[in-house]
């Protein structure tokens, strides 16, 4: 049974997402990867599955979910993603390491069309560098 590793952020619409699509994209099969929220929003922002397509990774069929899903499931490590969730987040089963990784919400993002989905593609390309570190970490033998 491969590690899990599971990402949170508050709403479980935005960040969590990027960083779920992301890092099963850069780990392969080393582990699995979840993301949920402590409030879900019930949905995955459209602007986050559009930046993610423009990189090639597919996360339309993510679903919003609540942490509580996963207390009774071995987790290797917990990824938050957002403060409020960092303060949130239960001890797991299993759970061996805890990160937090703080990157600003685009869903408050204001402006026009255009700068709002350039802020989504600015957090998730803060996401991608973030992510993708830690799956080449994976991929040379580092912890979880």
């Given amino acids: 049974m491969k590690p899990l ?3 949170l952020c508050t709403g479980n619409s935005c960040r969590s997402h990027l960083a779920e699509g992301i890092l099963r994209s850069a780990a ?6 979840a ?3 402590s409030k879900p929003a019930g949905y995955v922002h459209p602007r986050s599955i559009d930046v993610m397509k423009e990189i090639g990774t597919d996360i339309s ?3 919003s979910k609540h942490l509580e899903e996963f207390l ?3 987790v290797d490590t917990v990824i938050t993603v957002c403060g409020n969730a960092d303060q949130a987040c239960p001890m ?3 759970q061996v390491n805890r990160f937090h990784w703080g990157f600003d919400d685009p869903a408050h993002a204001t402006g026009t069309e255009e700068e709002v989905h350039n802020e989504f593609r600015r957090v998730r390309d803060q996401i991608k560098l973030v992510f993708e570190a830690y799956a080449a970490g994976l991929k040379r033998g580092k912890s979880l």
């Avoid at 392969?28 to 990867?33: A, C, K, T």
Wanted: net charge negative; charged share 15%.
């Fill in 28 to 33: 392969g099969d080393l582990i699995d990867v």
């Fill in 35 to 37: 993301s949920a929220g």
């Fill in 92 to 94: 797991f089963p299993g």
């Fill in 61 to 63: 069929g993510h679903t």
């Fill in 72 to 74: 009774n499931r071995n």
């Fill in 5 to 7: 590793v599971l990402i």
